[in-house]
Protein backbone atom coordinates (compact mmCIF):
# COMPACT_ATOMS: atom_id res chain seq x y z
CA UNK A 1 0.00 0.00 0.00
CA UNK A 2 1.24 3.69 -0.63
CA UNK A 3 1.90 5.61 2.39
CA UNK A 4 3.14 9.56 2.43
CA UNK A 5 5.51 10.59 5.15
CA UNK A 6 6.09 14.13 5.90
CA UNK A 7 8.51 16.36 8.75
CA UNK A 8 8.49 17.56 11.27
CA UNK A 9 4.70 17.40 12.46
CA UNK A 10 5.27 21.14 14.19
CA UNK A 11 7.93 23.84 14.13
CA UNK A 12 9.09 26.99 15.54
CA UNK A 13 11.67 29.09 13.32
CA UNK A 14 12.73 33.01 13.47
CA UNK A 15 12.11 35.39 11.26
CA UNK A 16 14.70 35.10 8.32
CA UNK A 17 16.23 31.73 9.10
CA UNK A 18 15.72 29.44 6.49
CA UNK A 19 12.91 26.67 5.89
CA UNK A 20 13.27 22.88 4.67
CA UNK A 21 10.38 20.40 4.74
CA UNK A 22 10.30 17.00 3.52
CA UNK A 23 8.09 14.88 1.92
CA UNK A 24 8.38 11.20 0.81
CA UNK A 25 5.91 8.86 -0.66
CA UNK A 26 6.27 5.16 -0.59
CA UNK A 27 4.90 2.31 -2.50
CA UNK A 28 3.83 3.90 -5.91
CA UNK A 29 6.10 5.34 -8.93
CA UNK A 30 6.32 8.74 -10.38
CA UNK A 31 3.14 10.34 -8.33
CA UNK A 32 1.93 13.46 -8.92
CA UNK A 33 3.26 15.84 -5.47
CA UNK A 34 1.40 18.78 -4.34
CA UNK A 35 2.78 21.79 -1.96
CA UNK A 36 -0.59 23.05 -0.07
CA UNK A 37 -0.75 25.70 2.57
CA UNK A 38 -3.27 26.43 5.08
CA UNK A 39 -3.63 29.48 7.00
CA UNK A 40 -5.33 30.08 10.39
CA UNK A 41 -9.42 29.59 9.97
CA UNK A 42 -8.92 29.51 5.55
CA UNK A 43 -8.56 27.42 2.96
CA UNK A 44 -5.93 25.19 1.11
CA UNK A 45 -3.63 27.27 -0.89
CA UNK A 46 -1.91 25.17 -3.61
CA UNK A 47 1.71 26.19 -3.57
CA UNK A 48 3.41 23.94 -5.63
CA UNK A 49 2.44 20.97 -7.92
CA UNK A 50 5.19 18.51 -10.19
CA UNK A 51 4.43 15.71 -12.30
CA UNK A 52 7.79 14.49 -12.43
CA UNK A 53 11.45 14.80 -11.40
CA UNK A 54 12.33 18.42 -11.92
CA UNK A 55 8.90 19.36 -12.82
CA UNK A 56 7.20 21.62 -10.87
CA UNK A 57 5.76 24.72 -11.43
CA UNK A 58 4.26 26.99 -8.99
CA UNK A 59 1.28 28.37 -8.24
CA UNK A 60 1.53 31.46 -6.01
CA UNK A 61 4.48 33.68 -6.66
CA UNK A 62 6.31 34.31 -3.09
CA UNK A 63 9.53 33.65 -1.20
CA UNK A 64 9.11 29.50 -1.22
CA UNK A 65 10.60 27.31 -3.63
CA UNK A 66 10.00 23.31 -4.13
CA UNK A 67 12.38 20.62 -5.81
CA UNK A 68 12.10 17.08 -6.79
CA UNK A 69 15.44 15.56 -6.14
CA UNK A 70 14.22 12.15 -6.92
CA UNK A 71 10.77 10.49 -8.01
CA UNK A 72 9.29 9.95 -4.58
CA UNK A 73 11.03 12.73 -2.42
CA UNK A 74 9.01 16.75 -2.79
CA UNK A 75 10.76 19.33 -0.39
CA UNK A 76 10.05 23.30 0.38
CA UNK A 77 12.52 25.79 1.16
CA UNK A 78 12.49 29.18 2.09
CA UNK A 79 15.87 31.18 2.23
CA UNK A 80 14.68 33.67 4.49
CA UNK A 81 11.27 33.12 6.38
CA UNK A 82 8.55 35.82 6.98
CA UNK A 83 6.09 35.95 9.49
CA UNK A 84 3.39 35.80 6.97
CA UNK A 85 5.02 31.99 6.13
CA UNK A 86 3.05 30.46 9.35
CA UNK A 87 0.71 28.19 8.92
CA UNK A 88 -0.27 24.76 8.32
CA UNK A 89 1.94 22.97 5.42
CA UNK A 90 0.81 19.79 3.38
CA UNK A 91 2.47 17.83 1.13
CA UNK A 92 -0.31 15.31 -1.03
CA UNK A 93 0.32 12.37 -4.08
CA UNK A 94 -2.37 11.70 -6.50
CA UNK A 95 -1.32 8.64 -8.84
CA UNK A 96 -2.81 10.36 -11.89
CA UNK A 97 -4.04 13.62 -13.24
CA UNK A 98 -8.08 12.69 -12.74
CA UNK A 99 -8.04 10.72 -9.17
CA UNK A 100 -7.92 11.74 -5.83
CA UNK A 101 -5.18 13.21 -3.50
CA UNK A 102 -3.60 12.05 -0.05
CA UNK A 103 -2.10 13.42 2.21
CA UNK A 104 0.21 13.85 4.76
CA UNK A 105 0.16 14.49 8.03
CA UNK A 106 1.41 18.08 7.42
CA UNK A 107 4.06 20.48 9.25
CA UNK A 108 2.43 23.18 11.46
CA UNK A 109 4.93 26.53 11.01
CA UNK A 110 5.31 29.38 13.52
CA UNK A 111 7.49 31.78 12.57
CA UNK A 112 8.30 34.39 15.28
CA UNK B 1 -8.80 30.89 -12.83
CA UNK B 2 -10.86 29.01 -10.67
CA UNK B 3 -13.51 30.08 -8.28
CA UNK B 4 -14.82 27.88 -5.77
CA UNK B 5 -17.72 28.24 -3.15
CA UNK B 6 -18.97 26.75 -0.43
CA UNK B 7 -20.71 27.87 2.94
CA UNK B 8 -18.60 29.27 5.85
CA UNK B 9 -20.43 27.06 8.58
CA UNK B 10 -23.40 24.98 9.20
CA UNK B 11 -24.76 23.22 11.94
CA UNK B 12 -26.98 20.18 12.50
CA UNK B 13 -28.25 17.94 15.28
CA UNK B 14 -27.04 14.15 15.59
CA UNK B 15 -29.04 11.64 13.64
CA UNK B 16 -30.04 14.25 11.41
CA UNK B 17 -29.38 15.15 7.46
CA UNK B 18 -27.18 17.98 6.44
CA UNK B 19 -26.28 19.13 2.86
CA UNK B 20 -23.22 20.70 1.89
CA UNK B 21 -23.59 22.58 -1.33
CA UNK B 22 -20.57 23.73 -3.65
CA UNK B 23 -20.29 25.82 -6.67
CA UNK B 24 -17.82 25.84 -8.75
CA UNK B 25 -16.62 28.04 -12.05
CA UNK B 26 -13.65 26.79 -13.33
CA UNK B 27 -11.84 27.17 -16.60
CA UNK B 28 -11.55 23.57 -16.87
CA UNK B 29 -13.30 20.62 -15.10
CA UNK B 30 -11.77 16.85 -14.46
CA UNK B 31 -13.37 15.70 -11.56
CA UNK B 32 -15.06 17.40 -8.10
CA UNK B 33 -13.68 15.90 -4.78
CA UNK B 34 -14.79 16.23 -1.10
CA UNK B 35 -12.48 15.94 2.27
CA UNK B 36 -13.33 15.51 5.49
CA UNK B 37 -11.03 17.52 7.85
CA UNK B 38 -10.98 17.53 11.59
CA UNK B 39 -9.04 20.44 13.55
CA UNK B 40 -5.82 20.22 13.31
CA UNK B 41 -5.24 17.31 10.70
CA UNK B 42 -4.58 16.54 7.40
CA UNK B 43 -7.92 16.39 5.11
CA UNK B 44 -9.19 12.88 4.18
CA UNK B 45 -10.58 11.43 0.90
CA UNK B 46 -14.28 11.05 1.42
CA UNK B 47 -15.73 11.34 -2.55
CA UNK B 48 -15.01 12.08 -6.17
CA UNK B 49 -17.52 13.08 -9.00
CA UNK B 50 -16.41 13.21 -12.64
CA UNK B 51 -19.91 12.48 -14.22
CA UNK B 52 -23.27 14.14 -13.73
CA UNK B 53 -25.16 12.18 -10.86
CA UNK B 54 -25.19 10.94 -6.99
CA UNK B 55 -22.25 8.79 -5.94
CA UNK B 56 -23.12 6.98 -2.64
CA UNK B 57 -20.75 5.78 -0.23
CA UNK B 58 -22.21 4.36 3.06
CA UNK B 59 -23.66 7.34 5.37
CA UNK B 60 -21.96 10.33 2.59
CA UNK B 61 -23.23 10.29 -0.71
CA UNK B 62 -22.06 13.17 -3.46
CA UNK B 63 -24.11 14.65 -6.38
CA UNK B 64 -22.41 16.35 -9.15
CA UNK B 65 -23.89 18.45 -12.06
CA UNK B 66 -21.23 19.86 -14.36
CA UNK B 67 -23.57 22.12 -16.27
CA UNK B 68 -24.60 24.14 -13.61
CA UNK B 69 -20.99 23.98 -12.12
CA UNK B 70 -22.83 22.39 -8.07
CA UNK B 71 -21.86 19.55 -6.50
CA UNK B 72 -23.34 18.40 -2.64
CA UNK B 73 -22.17 16.68 -0.09
CA UNK B 74 -25.13 14.74 1.75
CA UNK B 75 -24.75 13.45 5.15
CA UNK B 76 -26.88 11.44 6.50
CA UNK B 77 -27.95 9.60 10.25
CA UNK B 78 -25.28 12.35 11.60
CA UNK B 79 -23.07 11.25 14.23
CA UNK B 80 -21.26 13.56 16.82
CA UNK B 81 -17.58 12.86 15.26
CA UNK B 82 -18.80 14.18 12.08
CA UNK B 83 -18.24 17.71 12.90
CA UNK B 84 -15.27 18.35 11.21
CA UNK B 85 -14.39 20.69 8.03
CA UNK B 86 -15.99 19.62 4.83
CA UNK B 87 -13.74 20.77 1.77
CA UNK B 88 -14.44 21.01 -2.29
CA UNK B 89 -12.19 20.88 -4.66
CA UNK B 90 -11.84 20.70 -8.21
CA UNK B 91 -9.03 19.04 -10.91
CA UNK B 92 -8.29 21.18 -13.47
CA UNK B 93 -8.09 20.14 -16.60
CA UNK B 94 -6.30 22.90 -19.13
CA UNK B 95 -3.21 22.00 -20.98
CA UNK B 96 -1.11 24.40 -18.68
CA UNK B 97 -2.19 23.63 -15.45
CA UNK B 98 -3.53 20.18 -16.58
CA UNK B 99 -4.41 18.15 -13.07
CA UNK B 100 -3.69 20.30 -10.95
CA UNK B 101 -6.19 20.33 -7.24
CA UNK B 102 -7.85 23.54 -6.28
CA UNK B 103 -9.73 23.64 -2.80
CA UNK B 104 -12.53 25.77 -1.63
CA UNK B 105 -12.31 27.18 1.83
CA UNK B 106 -14.43 24.53 3.32
CA UNK B 107 -17.61 24.45 5.48
CA UNK B 108 -17.10 23.95 9.36
CA UNK B 109 -19.80 21.47 10.22
CA UNK B 110 -21.17 21.32 14.08
CA UNK B 111 -23.22 18.28 15.12
CA UNK B 112 -25.10 18.99 18.58
CA UNK B 113 -26.53 16.20 20.69
Known amino acids: SQTIHQWPATLVQPVGSPLSLECTVE??????LYWYRQAAGRGLQLLFYSVGIGQISSEVPQNLSASRPQDRQFILSSKKLLLSDSGFYLCAWSKGINTEAFFGQGTRLTVV | GQNIDQPTEMTATEGAIVQINCTYQ??????LFWYQQHAGEAPTFLSYNVLDGLEEKGRFSSFLSRSKGYSYLLLKELQMKDSASYLCAVRDSRGSTLGRLYFGRGTQLTVWP
Open chain 1, 27 to 32: GTSNPN
Open chain 2, 26 to 31: TSGFNG
